[in-house]
């Protein structure tokens, strides 16, 4: 079966730097979710999209944004990047709009700042 | 608000040994909860989950059972391998203001042959 997909899966970046992760959910998922996992941490939410409309927003800095197309597929710009922002980035689809329903995670973007 | 509290690890077990690992919540409405496992080096998978009271979710031979007068969602296996080895998160999403995931702090498990 088809999953979350993310690209890319590693990326090392400079301080200061941008960087833009990708996200491309289940086939006839429309819902989006992004999420920030430190070493050793537990994933903290930070944002979610339905049908392109920026649903949640959780624990997200101002450095960064994100958006949905029409695709459906997501994009997490990350700029002005400090140290503290190595972790992995994860996206999560679920279908039918926000609700409890299952979240299904990509593997995630594994996000190196020096 | 929500939080998830998961017995904490690291959990060292021999193959063939019983597993459980405790979880409780807090949530506000009527959560659905969920066990994820991340295998080292890989992304989360749901392992399992319940959407009400006393249902149980299983998969791979992981029970788990719904438990709304505990707040408890504990996980168990009755004979563990050493594929099993990996970090067990569980999680509620009780939608209230948001519909996120809500972890908790995650259990190392180590299998050994």
């Known amino acids: 079966a088809a999953g979350v997909i993310q690209s890319p899966r590693h990326l090392i970046k400079e301080k200061r730097e941008t960087a833009t992760l990708k996200c491309y959910p289940i086939p006839r998922h429309d819902t989006v979710y992004w999420y920030q996992q430190g070493p050793g941490q537990d994933p903290q939410f930070l944002i979610s999209f339905y049908e392109k409309m920026q649903s949640d927003k959780g624990s997200i800095p101002d450095r960064f944004s994100a958006q949905q197309f029409s695709d459906y597929h997501s994009e997490l710009n990350m700029s002005s990047l400090e140290l503290g922002d190595s972790a992995l980035y994860f996206c999560?689809?679920?279908?039918?709009?926000?609700?409890?329903?299952?979240?299904?995670f990509g593997p995630g973007t594994r996000l190196t700042v020096l | 608000g929500d939080s998830v509290t998961q017995m904490e690890g690291p959990v060292t077990l021999s193959e063939e040994a019983f597993l459980t690992i405790n979880c409780t919540y807090t949530?506000?409405?009527?959560?659905?909860l969920f066990w994820y496992v991340q295998y080292p080096g890989e992304g989360l998978q749901l392992l399992l989950k319940?959407?009400?009271?006393?249902d149980k979710g299983s998969n791979k031979g992981f029970e788990a059972t719904y438990r709304k007068e505990t707040t408890s969602f504990h996980l168990e296996k009755g004979s563990v391998q050493v594929s099993d080895s990996a970090v067990y998160f569980c999680a509620l999403n009780s939608g209230g203001s948001n519909y996120k995931l809500t972890f908790g702090k995650g259990t190392l498990l180590t299998v050994n042959p």
């Open positions: 319940a959407t009400k009271a006393d």
């Open positions: 949530a506000t409405g009527y959560p659905s």
């Open positions: 999560a689809s679920s279908r039918s709009g926000p609700s409890t329903d299952t979240q299904y």
